[in-house]
């Protein structure tokens, strides 16, 4: 696997379940992103871990929680979604987290019923 | 906070140029622009770091005017392969980086 990953890449999942997203970058970077792209909206920056650490919540809801267990694994726990957190769920990684250039991952397409 | 693009969309027939703003209220350090195709991940192009410098990538190029905080990218002699919608994305003082709303550009035969 080159670049960055990202699992599944398409998920439906009802307002009480509970899913994770999985995101592997293979670049050796130290720094990781979670992004959420709605229609008709910008990008929107949710986490960025830096070495691990996370460095931004950019105050986003509780029922988001993200998990960097290292450099090159991220993760977005998912539980009790409101259907407006139907999106693409964008992972991106940078060498460092001084606002490099990033490279992202395919995306998770989620849709909450 | 975030960046304003315009044109909102474009259309352009091959080689012909275009030109895509991105506007600050902000005091930048740097601007990067990026590139998604319908149903694909963002692509980076490229950086500009405050100091004004233009860089070029193929027939694509970009300023930044640090005064005026705002940066455009140019691209000459379009081929179908730019479509796309283009993005910047601005690093400002505070340390806060936001996207841009985001150019459609279409390129037809």
């Known amino acids: 696997e080159t670049g960055v990953t990202q699992t599944p890449r398409h998920l439906v999942m009802g307002m009480t379940n509970k899913k994770s997203l999985k995101c592997e970058q293979h670049?050796?970077?130290?720094?990781m992103y979670w992004y959420k792209q709605s229609a008709k909206k910008p990008l929107e920056l949710m986490f960025v871990?830096?070495?691990?650490?996370?460095?931004e919540n950019n105050s986003v809801p509780s029922r988001f929680s993200p998990e960097c267990p290292n450099s090159s694994h991220l993760f977005l726990h998912l539980h009790t979604l409101q259907p407006e957190d139907s999106a693409l769920y964008l992972c991106?990684?940078?060498?460092?987290?001084?606002?490099?250039?990033?490279?992202f991952g395919p995306g998770t397409r989620l849709t909450v019923t | 906070q975030q960046p304003v693009q315009s044109p909102q969309a474009v259309i352009l027939r091959e080689g012909e140029d275009a030109v895509i703003n991105c506007s600050s209220s902000k005091a930048l350090y740097s601007v990067h622009w990026y590139r998604q195709k319908h149903g694909e991940a963002p692509v980076f192009l490229m950086i500009l770091l405050k100091g004004g410098e233009q860089k070029g990538h193929e027939k694509i190029s970009a300023s930044f005017n640090e005064k005026k905080q705002q940066s455009s990218l140019y691209l000459t002699a379009s081929q179908l392969s730019y479509s796309g919608t283009y993005f910047c994305?601005?690093?400002?003082?505070?340390?806060?980086?936001?996207f841009g709303t985001g150019t459609s550009l279409t390129v037809i035969p």
């Open positions: 991106a990684s940078s060498p460092r987290r001084g606002w490099d250039e990033q490279y």
């Open positions: 670049l050796g970077h130290n720094a």
């Open positions: 994305g601005t690093a400002n003082t505070g340390n806060q980086f936001y």
């Open positions: 871990y830096n070495f691990k650490e996370q460095t």
